[in-house]
Nanobody, 126 residues
Framework: QVQLVESGGGLVQAGGSLRLSCAAS????????MGWFRQAPGKEREFVAA????????YYADSVKGRFTISRDNAKNTVYLQMNSLKPEDTAVYYC???????????????????WGQGTQVTVSS
């Protein structure tokens, strides 16, 4: 049983930083892409960032490029999302997700991810 557990959300002022963690368990994730998505109230879920577990190749949404960094710790089976220079528009519930992808491809559509965490709230005050 695959389990993804997010943590690290909270309330921060604009310009501040947070680091989200996603602890993954239940299988080997070497052939997986791990992604972060977010959903703000009244808005659709949107892609934030993803990393190919085996090679560490990353992909970011334009809205977070240069401010957010996704990484993984193989020993801890954990994926991180370091968020710097946070803006009020970053406020959302952030979800960790996993997609079984064996090629170079890194999906940005939530429909291609089949495992999801419960989400963690990030609130950025102005």
């Amino acid at each position: 049983q695959v389990q993804l557990v997010e943590s690290g959300g909270g309330l921060v002022q604009a310009g501040g930083s947070l680091r989200l963690s996603c602890a993954a368990s239940g299988r080997t994730f070497s052939n997986y892409v791990m992604g972060w998505f977010r959903q703000a109230p009244g808005k659709e879920r949107e892609f934030v960032a993803a990393i190919k577990w085996s090679r560490g190749v990353t992909y970011y949404a334009d809205s977070v490029k240069g401010r957010f960094t996704i990484s993984r710790d193989n020993a801890k089976n954990t994926v991180y999302l370091q968020m710097n220079s946070l803006k009020p528009e970053d406020t959302a519930v952030y979800y960790c997700a996993a997609a079984a992808v064996s090629s170079w491809y890194i999906p940005a559509s939530g429909a291609e991810y089949d495992q999801w965490g419960q989400g963690t709230q990030v609130t950025v005050s102005s």
